[in-house]
């Protein structure tokens, strides 16, 4: 099993959709986990951290079952500027020093 | 976002030449990391470092060396370039052991 594997799309949707991506990781040592959003040719950039009891920021959802070791981005109300590539991201865990696994990324493109 | 700026940019340069690139953070982040980014296998670690002076061999580190002089400038290096290490490099910076941000990139061609 791959340690951080997405589904590398592309999703093509139109605006106004709901779209969800999955994320499923290897390691349950892991603590932490993020979705980071990558531009084409810009750097990657932090969309939110991922917790235990879910959390949201606007149209954007995330879900961790720890069990299962998946994750997940829901976009509601899709946007234009919402296309771009959508990196799930876990720690390594067991005192790391910070280190990240980065999945290859989901790409996103929303349609008129 | 962090203050993070990465110099050059953009380099061309020939196989067997050594190539530093720079770091530069303004956010005084303890930890400092060098990826690079290919198409099909997404980020990955090259080095990094916890602190002045202590740095560490990330995934991919063969080829690489690194340097961490003060806080805000890590520098990465490439002894001898090879047509292997054309890449994107993004440095990253995080005041925890976990959040990161990225600076803009240096886009590395080698013929």
């Not at chain 1, 709901?18 to 986990?33: D, G, I, P, R, W």
């Not at chain 1, 991201?89 to 910070?98: E, F, L, P, T």
Request: proline share 4%; hydrophobic share 25%.
């Amino acid at each position: 099993r791959k340690e951080v594997e997405q589904d590398p799309g592309p999703f093509n949707v139109p605006e106004g959709a709901t779209v969800a991506f999955n994320c499923t990781y290897s390691n349950s040592a892991s603590q932490s986990f993020f979705w980071y959003r990558q531009d084409c040719r810009k750097e990657p950039k932090l969309l939110m951290s991922v917790y235990s009891s879910g959390n949201e920021d606007g149209r954007f959802t995330a879900q961790l079952n720890r069990a299962s070791q998946y994750i997940s981005l829901l976009i509601r109300d899709s946007k234009l500027s919402d296309s771009a590539t959508y990196l799930c991201v876990v720690n390594k865990g067991g005192g790391s020093q910070g280190n990240l696994i980065f999945g290859k990324g989901t790409k996103l493109s929303v349609k008129p | 976002d962090a203050g993070i700026t990465q110099s050059p940019r953009h380099k061309v340069t020939e196989t067997g030449t050594p190539v530093t690139l720079r770091c530069h953070q303004t956010e005084n982040h303890r930890y400092m990391y060098w990826y690079r980014q290919d198409p099909g296998h997404g980020l990955r670690l090259i080095h990094y470092s916890y602190g002045v002076k202590d740095t560490d061999k990330g995934e991919v580190s063969d080829g690489y060396s690194v340097s961490r002089s003060k806080t805000e400038d890590f520098l990465l290096t490439l002894e001898s370039a090879t047509s292997s290490q054309t890449s994107v490099y993004f440095c990253a910076t995080g005041g925890s052991t976990d959040t990161q941000y990225f600076g803009p990139g240096t886009r590395l061609t080698v013929l």
